[in-house]
């Protein structure tokens, strides 16, 4: 019968490349500073590693928008010289970074074993064109093709506003301010690649790249890589005694039934909702809210954090707004959202994201962010939400790190 | 037995020019009126879906054995064309199709043809559609005249609301206006010559064999509709043989739709028969390598076809097309230089697979929870019931626009892309694109039609899809 994950699992090392449009750098490069970063943090030598895990989705922008063109294990084990080692490739969509890390700590756990390496990576900016281009999802020469992830994610906002009253305006600007404190979070993050803090009117004022979103209400496209050294609980302080505890994991695909079905109103991530269920349970979270002191959502669109916080249960439906005015999701509030600046202002590179807000996690958790006034106090639980997809057809996984 | 007309449609797109935009572009003396513009993401083929989906309505689909296809730019040179409408408004599959192409005496080539095959018996109900869709050649006398559109008939021996009581045909070799096979536009000869020894002579000449033939004058006719080669030929004509131009010609259509092709007589008599009334005599004539001439009566069952789009309703609903570039991009006439993108994606072998749905519009109604989905799925979205559907048309339902955004990072030549979910009449959702749209009036839960269009092109391949537009008055 399966038993409760908590606590099986120890994160001990990790590292993060340079976030960014990496003109200078390939995947590999950025593989490669990744995990010896991880490597060095851990305390431990290439040699020491049993097996190890990808995640990408190995972004080519074909005509098909996001798909694979056959990447494999090699992906990391020719950078790094793993020398025959079993590397696992894992993709789900933006979902691949913590999904990569599940299925590595999966393995840690049964005790195949003892050390794992688990890279999340992706290469934006070698496309030639700006933004990720169009997707099908999956790909069809004419059905729900021809629009892009802005456009898709817009349809979210535009009926939020609907639902809960919002003009246009008012919604706008709700939005906004989202938009506002991601940027002022990275804009104190060295690491972050987006790092100019912008106003409300700046954000209201800006092009509109799919309506209602302007231009920053969207990501930024950027390359990164970020990788983790994991072991079982038990044997983690044979490495060092500052580490972070796997808690919760969650992992939910959705059937994609929100464009088939009449009763999904696009203002609730469905699967976030039961992958954070999963994920609550494993930790034994009664009350996430109070509980969680930090979290790292999937915001590649500033109405994405509005919605994905509400379906995390940190917040009631609907009233996003009102935390957002009163600054709960701020540093100094309840629920900090996306301290790390987030995929808005951190980066989006999508195989690497997953391990990225792990890693944003495990620095605040280890009391280690580089600017020392962005340490939240004393926190003990953070949450990463890692989605992919687009509204009423997503894959979302959640996982929550704690300390011992 | 008598064959005639059960019922008519038509379609005019959307989009207008006016013609001093075409002036002002080219400095150029102003024309008066304006011409219709399919959208780009029309062309003759999905034009002739709208009109006979117009002829269509309240109509059994199942009831008709044939369609011809009259159009003087086929979506595929080769590749019939008929077979894909019948396809798109969900025809029976044993019936006979076939394209007319090649002339803009088309249209009622094909009529004549579909006339004889209920004459013969070997159909009791026929559809006939024409559509063009003529790109001139740019700041040429053609760019001021044409425009596009399409009518159809549905040709059968029962419920007619039009009797066909007699005919003539001329064939002729003379070249006015030809294209050929490396010709991106239409050539033509000297106007003066075409005209009087193509267009005015050819239509004298069918109209005495058709009066010697049925016995008839002038004054037996309430009204001519007669093919214009330009407006003020189309007045000339009609006074020399006799008719009043102020009480029996009927309008050309030329300063409201424009020239379109083999669609422009069809639309003419669609425009007629809007106005008839039963008793009413129609000369109908057509020209091009030669001419019909038709005598046509009028019948009561026309009364129950009143509720048709036909002209005079696709008129009224319309959209000025803001400027002449846009239109160059709309017939892609000028290679564009926007960002590098990647190609589009289609593969045949995939639009065939799902040819019932792309094409016919099918949506699945569940046999054990009864909900309708769209696309068809194997296993039931609402109960999961595997493989246990019924296959219905979905395409003649209204819908409502459940949420929307405005995309313009997506690549169209018509930004912003609007994205729209659809909550379908009945049940069912559809996932897909809003064209023909004002984007200052959109909003949640406005009633929205579907709307079979070209979506892009891919692997040398025209993608068609249905997509959805604001309700055409």
């Given at each position: 019968m399966a038993e409760s994950f908590k606590d099986k699992v120890a994160i001990i090392g990790m590292g993060c490349s340079k976030f960014g449009e990496n003109w200078d750098m390939g995947s590999e490069d950025m593989v490669v500073d990744a995990t010896y970063d991880a490597l060095a943090d851990a305390g431990i030598e290439m040699k020491d590693i049993d097996a190890a895990w990808v995640g990408t989705i190995g972004f080519h922008g074909t005509g098909t928008g996001m798909t694979s063109t056959g990447i494999t294990g090699a992906a990391i084990s020719m950078p790094l010289k793993l020398q025959y080692k079993?590397?696992?490739?894992?993709?789900?969509?933006?979902?691949?970074?913590?999904?990569?890390?599940?299925?590595?700590?999966?393995?840690?756990?049964?005790?195949?074993?003892?050390?794992?390496?688990?890279?999340?990576?992706?290469?934006?900016?070698?496309?030639?064109?700006?933004g990720l281009g169009e997707l099908a999802i999956p790909p069809h020469p004419v059905f729900e093709g021809g629009i892009t992830a802005p456009g898709m994610y817009a349809l979210a906002a535009t009926r939020y506003f609907k639902k809960y009253g919002l003009t246009p305006e008012e919604g706008k600007r709700m939005l906004a301010k989202v938009s506002v404190k991601s940027h002022y979070n990275a804009s104190r993050n060295p690491r972050a690649h987006l790092r100019n803090v912008i106003t409300e009117e700046q954000v209201i004022n800006a092009p509109?790249?799919?309506?209602?979103?302007?231009?920053?209400?969207?990501?930024?496209?950027?390359?990164?890589?970020?990788?983790?050294?994991?072991?079982?609980?038990?044997?983690?302080?044979?490495?060092?005694?500052?580490?972070?505890?796997?808690?919760?994991?969650?992992?939910?695909?959705?059937?994609?039934?929100?464009?088939?079905?009449?009763?999904?109103d696009f203002t609730i991530w469905d699967e976030t909702v039961y992958a954070s269920k999963e994920a609550y349970a494993m930790a034994g979270i009664k009350n996430p809210r109070k509980e969680i002191d930090l979290v790292e959502c999937h915001d590649c669109f500033s109405i994405s954090e509005v919605i994905a916080v509400e379906s995390l249960g940190l917040c009631e439906r609907g009233k996003a707004r009102a935390d957002i005015e009163s600054g709960a999701w701020t540093q100094e509030g309840e629920i900090p959202v996306n301290l790390s600046g987030g995929l808005k202002a951190f980066g989006h590179p999508i195989g690497a994201s997953g391990c990225r807000e792990a890693f944003e996690i495990y620095q605040q958790l280890l009391g280690r962010a580089e600017d020392k006034t962005r340490r939240l106090k004393n926190p003990r639980m953070g949450l990463v939400h890692n989605q992919a997809g687009l509204p009423g057809k997503f894959m979302c996984a959640v996982a929550i790190y704690g300390l011992p | 037995m008598a064959v005639g007309m059960i019922s008519y449609g038509a379609y005019v797109p959307m989009y207008r020019m006016n013609l001093q935009t075409l002036a002002r572009n080219w400095g150029s003396p102003a024309g008066k009126g304006e011409k219709a513009v399919a959208n780009w993401d029309e062309d003759s083929l999905t034009m002739a879906t709208e009109s006979s989906v117009d002829c269509l309505n309240g109509l059994d689909r199942s009831m008709i054995d044939g369609l011809y296809f009259a159009t003087t730019t086929p979506a595929y040179r080769e590749k019939q064309n008929a077979s894909i409408i019948a396809k798109v408004i969900d025809l029976r599959r044993d019936i006979t199709t076939a394209d007319f192409a090649n002339s803009v005496r088309g249209g009622t080539n094909a009529l004549k043809a579909a006339i004889d095959a209920v004459k013969a018996g070997s159909a009791k109900r026929f559809l006939v559609t024409a559509a063009d869709c003529r790109v001139p050649a740019p700041d040429s006398q053609f760019e001021r005249l044409f425009g596009d559109g399409s009518a159809a008939f549905l040709i059968g021996d029962s419920d007619l609301a039009v009797e066909i009581e007699g005919s003539v045909s001329i064939s002729s070799e003379f070249m006015d206006i030809w294209k050929r096979e490396e010709d991106r536009y239409v050539q033509a000869w000297e106007e003066r010559f075409i005209v009087t020894k193509g267009y005015l002579a050819h239509l004298e000449e069918i109209i005495s064999m058709i009066f010697k033939k049925y016995k008839v004058t002038p004054k037996d006719f309430t009204k001519v509709v007669f093919y214009a080669f330009d407006q003020r030929r189309h007045l000339e004509i009609a006074k020399k043989l006799g008719f009043d131009p102020a009480t029996q010609l009927q309008d050309s259509l030329l300063s409201t739709v424009g020239h379109t092709g083999s669609a422009q007589a069809m639309m003419m008599l669609v425009a007629a028969l809007e106005e008839a009334k039963p008793g009413d005599r129609i000369l109908f004539v057509n020209y091009g390598d030669g001419a019909d001439a038709f005598i046509l009566k009028v019948c009561d069952p026309i009364e129950k076809i009143r509720d048709r789009r036909g002209i005079k309703k696709n008129l009224a609903s319309r959209m000025e097309l803001p400027s002449y570039g846009k239109y160059l991009h709309f017939r892609n006439i000028l290679d564009w230089g926007r960002q590098r993108e990647p190609e589009r994606f289609g593969a045949l072998t995939m639009s065939w697979r799902d040819r019932n749905w792309l094409l016919s519009c099918h949506g699945h109604k569940c046999r054990q929870c009864g909900t309708i989905q769209f696309p068809m799925q194997r296993v039931c979205t609402w109960c999961q019931a595997k493989d246990d559907f019924d296959e219905i048309r979905l395409s003649d339902k209204k819908g409502t626009l459940f949420t929307y955004s405005m995309d313009n990072l997506a690549t169209s030549v018509d930004k912003p892309t609007v994205i729209a979910i659809v909550n379908i009449a009945g049940g069912g959702r559809f996932s897909t694109v809003l064209t023909d749209r004002d984007t200052e009036k959109i909003n949640p839960d406005m009633p929205v039609e579907f709307t079979f269009r070209r979506v892009h092109e891919a692997q040398g391949i025209h993608n068609y899809f249905w997509k959805c537009r604001p309700v055409r008055a």
């Amino acid at each position: 019968m399966a038993e409760s994950f908590k606590d099986k699992v120890a994160i001990i090392g990790m590292g993060c490349s340079k976030f960014g449009e990496n003109w200078d750098m390939g995947s590999e490069d950025m593989v490669v500073d990744a995990t010896y970063d991880a490597l060095a943090d851990a305390g431990i030598e290439m040699k020491d590693i049993d097996a190890a895990w990808v995640g990408t989705i190995g972004f080519h922008g074909t005509g098909t928008g996001m798909t694979s063109t056959g990447i494999t294990g090699a992906a990391i084990s020719m950078p790094l010289k793993l020398q025959y080692k079993p590397v696992t490739h894992v993709e789900n969509g933006c979902a691949t970074g913590t999904d990569a890390l599940r299925n590595a700590a999966f393995a840690v756990a049964a005790k195949v074993y003892d050390i794992v390496l688990v890279v999340g990576v992706e290469k934006l900016k070698d496309t030639g064109f700006g933004g990720l281009g169009e997707l099908a999802i999956p790909p069809h020469p004419v059905f729900e093709g021809g629009i892009t992830a802005p456009g898709m994610y817009a349809l979210a906002a535009t009926r939020y506003f609907k639902k809960y009253g919002l003009t246009p305006e008012e919604g706008k600007r709700m939005l906004a301010k989202v938009s506002v404190k991601s940027h002022y979070n990275a804009s104190r993050n060295p690491r972050a690649h987006l790092r100019n803090v912008i106003t409300e009117e700046q954000v209201i004022n800006a092009p509109v790249i799919a309506w209602p979103l302007g231009l920053f209400d969207c990501c930024g496209v950027t390359d990164g890589a970020a990788a983790a050294i994991l072991c079982r609980a038990e044997d983690a302080k044979k490495f060092k005694d500052n580490y972070v505890l796997i808690k919760g994991l969650g992992l939910s695909i959705g059937p994609g039934q929100g464009s088939i079905r009449t009763d999904y109103d696009f203002t609730i991530w469905d699967e976030t909702v039961y992958a954070s269920k999963e994920a609550y349970a494993m930790a034994g979270i009664k009350n996430p809210r109070k509980e969680i002191d930090l979290v790292e959502c999937h915001d590649c669109f500033s109405i994405s954090e509005v919605i994905a916080v509400e379906s995390l249960g940190l917040c009631e439906r609907g009233k996003a707004r009102a935390d957002i005015e009163s600054g709960a999701w701020t540093q100094e509030g309840e629920i900090p959202v996306n301290l790390s600046g987030g995929l808005k202002a951190f980066g989006h590179p999508i195989g690497a994201s997953g391990c990225r807000e792990a890693f944003e996690i495990y620095q605040q958790l280890l009391g280690r962010a580089e600017d020392k006034t962005r340490r939240l106090k004393n926190p003990r639980m953070g949450l990463v939400h890692n989605q992919a997809g687009l509204p009423g057809k997503f894959m979302c996984a959640v996982a929550i790190y704690g300390l011992p | 037995m008598a064959v005639g007309m059960i019922s008519y449609g038509a379609y005019v797109p959307m989009y207008r020019m006016n013609l001093q935009t075409l002036a002002r572009n080219w400095g150029s003396p102003a024309g008066k009126g304006e011409k219709a513009v399919a959208n780009w993401d029309e062309d003759s083929l999905t034009m002739a879906t709208e009109s006979s989906v117009d002829c269509l309505n309240g109509l059994d689909r199942s009831m008709i054995d044939g369609l011809y296809f009259a159009t003087t730019t086929p979506a595929y040179r080769e590749k019939q064309n008929a077979s894909i409408i019948a396809k798109v408004i969900d025809l029976r599959r044993d019936i006979t199709t076939a394209d007319f192409a090649n002339s803009v005496r088309g249209g009622t080539n094909a009529l004549k043809a579909a006339i004889d095959a209920v004459k013969a018996g070997s159909a009791k109900r026929f559809l006939v559609t024409a559509a063009d869709c003529r790109v001139p050649a740019p700041d040429s006398q053609f760019e001021r005249l044409f425009g596009d559109g399409s009518a159809a008939f549905l040709i059968g021996d029962s419920d007619l609301a039009v009797e066909i009581e007699g005919s003539v045909s001329i064939s002729s070799e003379f070249m006015d206006i030809w294209k050929r096979e490396e010709d991106r536009y239409v050539q033509a000869w000297e106007e003066r010559f075409i005209v009087t020894k193509g267009y005015l002579a050819h239509l004298e000449e069918i109209i005495s064999m058709i009066f010697k033939k049925y016995k008839v004058t002038p004054k037996d006719f309430t009204k001519v509709v007669f093919y214009a080669f330009d407006q003020r030929r189309h007045l000339e004509i009609a006074k020399k043989l006799g008719f009043d131009p102020a009480t029996q010609l009927q309008d050309s259509l030329l300063s409201t739709v424009g020239h379109t092709g083999s669609a422009q007589a069809m639309m003419m008599l669609v425009a007629a028969l809007e106005e008839a009334k039963p008793g009413d005599r129609i000369l109908f004539v057509n020209y091009g390598d030669g001419a019909d001439a038709f005598i046509l009566k009028v019948c009561d069952p026309i009364e129950k076809i009143r509720d048709r789009r036909g002209i005079k309703k696709n008129l009224a609903s319309r959209m000025e097309l803001p400027s002449y570039g846009k239109y160059l991009h709309f017939r892609n006439i000028l290679d564009w230089g926007r960002q590098r993108e990647p190609e589009r994606f289609g593969a045949l072998t995939m639009s065939w697979r799902d040819r019932n749905w792309l094409l016919s519009c099918h949506g699945h109604k569940c046999r054990q929870c009864g909900t309708i989905q769209f696309p068809m799925q194997r296993v039931c979205t609402w109960c999961q019931a595997k493989d246990d559907f019924d296959e219905i048309r979905l395409s003649d339902k209204k819908g409502t626009l459940f949420t929307y955004s405005m995309d313009n990072l997506a690549t169209s030549v018509d930004k912003p892309t609007v994205i729209a979910i659809v909550n379908i009449a009945g049940g069912g959702r559809f996932s897909t694109v809003l064209t023909d749209r004002d984007t200052e009036k959109i909003n949640p839960d406005m009633p929205v039609e579907f709307t079979f269009r070209r979506v892009h092109e891919a692997q040398g391949i025209h993608n068609y899809f249905w997509k959805c537009r604001p309700v055409r008055a």
